[in-house]
């Protein structure tokens, strides 16, 4: 089996526990393009087999979110699953609709972004996480993200709760971005419940529950489907399957391989005039 099932994971499984159920489902090499926390539901692909040499087609995705952010809290790990550091008394003026969304509209734009101490980013060989566990702090260079556009989705008072999507560039740690929110409203918060709606061309109506894997994957060359097609005779075929690069007039992209039988064969990169193997399967 080879190719991408979309996930849409549970609360409660890391994206490794994802990973080895479906590792000893299909006995394939399985992968992820990037971690979803344990709380955290919604998509998360899960590549397959030779699929996992899609891997850098993925990397670079942009992800949208419906986050929850909960006002007058502040934890050690950023979300609910932390230990409260600290406690405000929130002002009304924060619940208010168009205070909100005047908030959401100006954390948008290119941006650096401080990652979490809880997070898988590793630094010197240990994840950050494994530092913060022991108490310990690390100096993390801020990272370069975007954030594309903004919407508020839900404003309970009574709960102390903000709901609003987002749609951002990859590397956006939506945790420090909820703390952000809540210090321009003027208090502290932390990240109550995040879903994954989308992650580049994957959405979540495309993707399945762990129990519902069966025969939903997206193949190879499924994946490839808006790029061009690129035929070859016997003796070229042979040739590309050997890793010999060969002459094409066709354009500089990736292209679908075919067989002169017409049969799908793998992924080929054209470069000023020359074409090179990439993903045989």
């Not at 979309?6 to 609360?11: A, G, V």
């Not at 499984?13 to 992968?31: A, W």
């Amino acid at each position: 089996m080879d190719g991408i099932i979309i996930i849409n994971k549970e609360q409660g499984y890391t994206s490794n526990d994802v990973v080895q159920i479906i590792k000893k489902k299909f006995n394939e090499k399985v992968g992820h393009t990037g971690t979803l926390d344990p709380m955290a539901t919604g998509v998360l692909p899960i590549l397959v087999g030779k699929g996992t040499l899609l891997s850098k087609y993925l990397i670079n995705h942009n992800k949208i979110y419906t986050a929850t952010l909960k006002l007058g809290i502040k934890t050690d790990t950023g979300d609910i699953t932390g230990d409260v550091i600290q406690q405000k008394i929130v002002d009304e003026k924060c619940f208010e609709n168009e205070n909100v969304k005047k908030v959401l509209e100006e954390i948008k734009g290119e941006q650096e972004q401080i990652p979490p101490m809880y997070s898988a980013i590793k630094v010197n060989g240990k994840k950050l996480y494994e530092y913060a566990r022991k108490g310990l702090t690390i100096d993390i260079s801020p990272r370069k993200i975007n954030i594309y556009s903004t919407e508020v989705l839900n404003i309970n008072k009574e709960n102390k709760e903000i709901q609003f999507r987002v749609s951002c560039s990859k590397g956006t740690y939506i945790r420090t971005l909820c703390e952000d929110i809540a210090e321009k409203l003027g208090t502290i918060g932390t990240m109550s419940a995040l879903n994954r709606e989308q992650v580049g061309d994957f959405k979540i109506t495309d993707s399945v529950k762990l129990s519902e894997i069966n025969g939903k994957f997206i193949s190879i060359e499924e994946f490839f489907k808006e790029n061009e097609e690129i035929f070859l005779s016997p003796r070229s075929f042979v040739a590309f399957l050997n890793g010999v690069k060969l002459l094409t007039d066709n354009l500089d992209g990736i292209y679908k391989i075919y067989n002169s039988s017409k049969e799908f064969v793998g992924i080929g990169i054209v470069k000023g005039g020359i074409l090179k193997r990439d993903i045989v399967i």
